[in-house]
């Protein structure tokens, strides 16, 4: 995979295990079911589809480009009442927000869930973020936040260059590296885009480069950003 991507290897049933915890997972699995309840029939093709993870990227998502889309689908993580979902903001865009509640443990049974979808999607945008201490390589960029950036090998040359790709020896876990390991093996055209951030939270300067890429994906201004408090979910964002 271009920019350098690793090997992304998630565990069946937690984040740490080790051989003497595999009998006491037996069954474990079972729990970390995802069901998908499409309000429609399923589209038969997605041109762009955005998956958006992590607390603030998929509130930010939810108040600024989804406030006039549709709800298509539910995807319910069993044991949850906090589903994710797939929205349609237009014939050739689609985003698919995911859940605080897809931890790491499940997020290989996310990516499996969706596998039609993905199937489906000639181009696959991720979208994480993370704080700036997780950089495992030197700070080149004097922004209170940045973007990194990994491709498939059948993104276009043009894609790759709207941010620099992440180095290593930095890798990512969740659903969004998921996705795009998954599309890697099926020969799909995917980036995933990690904001990195100095802070705990969004501010007009540090939302800039997920602005940019929205106003570029949509093609329309975004309604004018405006800070709230947002708690920083640092559960499933480490590099």
């Known amino acids: 995979m271009s920019g350098l ?12 295990w080790n051989e003497d915890d595999e009998e006491d997972d037996v069954g474990f699995d079972d ?8 309000s429609q029939d399923i589209p038969k093709k997605f041109n762009t589809l955005i998956v958006a993870e992590t607390h ?15 709800n298509i689908c539910n995807i319910k993580l069993s044991g949850s009442k906090n589903p994710s979902g797939i929205f349609k ?14 931890d790491l443990t499940v997020a290989g049974d996310f990516v499996e869930s969706i596998h039609d ?25 004097l922004e ?3 973007m990194r950036s990994l491709s ?21 876990s969740g659903v969004s590296a998921g996705v795009v390991a998954y599309s890697e ?32 994906l949509i093609k329309i201004k975004l309604t004018k950003f405006t800070t709230k408090k947002t708690n920083f979910n640092k559960g499933n964002l480490y590099m």
């Not at 991507?5 to 740490?16: N, T, Y």
């Not at 489906?120 to 704080?131: E, F, G, Q, R, V």
């Open 56 to 70: 603030l990227i998929v509130d930010f998502v939810k108040d600024y480009v989804l406030n006039t889309s549709e």
């Open 89 to 102: 903001i237009n014939d050739d865009l689609y985003v698919c927000t995911v859940s605080a509640d897809v």
């Open 5 to 16: 991507f690793g090997e992304i290897v998630h565990p069946s049933s937690r984040a740490f």
């Open 185 to 216: 093996a099926m020969n799909l055209s995917a980036t995933l885009n990690v904001l990195y951030l100095d802070g705990f939270e969004f501010d007009s300067e540090t939302i800039q480069p997920l602005i940019n890429i929205f106003e570029k």
């Open 144 to 146: 209170p936040s940045f």
């Open 31 to 38: 729990a970390a079911k995802f069901t998908l309840e499409w």
């Open 152 to 172: 498939t090998k059948k993104v276009s040359d043009i894609q790759k260059k709207f941010s620099p790709a992440l180095k290593q020896p930095n890798i990512v």
């Open 117 to 141: 979808v993905l199937m489906k999607t000639d181009n696959i945008i991720a979208l994480t973020c993370n704080h700036i201490s997780q950089l495992k390589t030197s700070v080149e960029s």
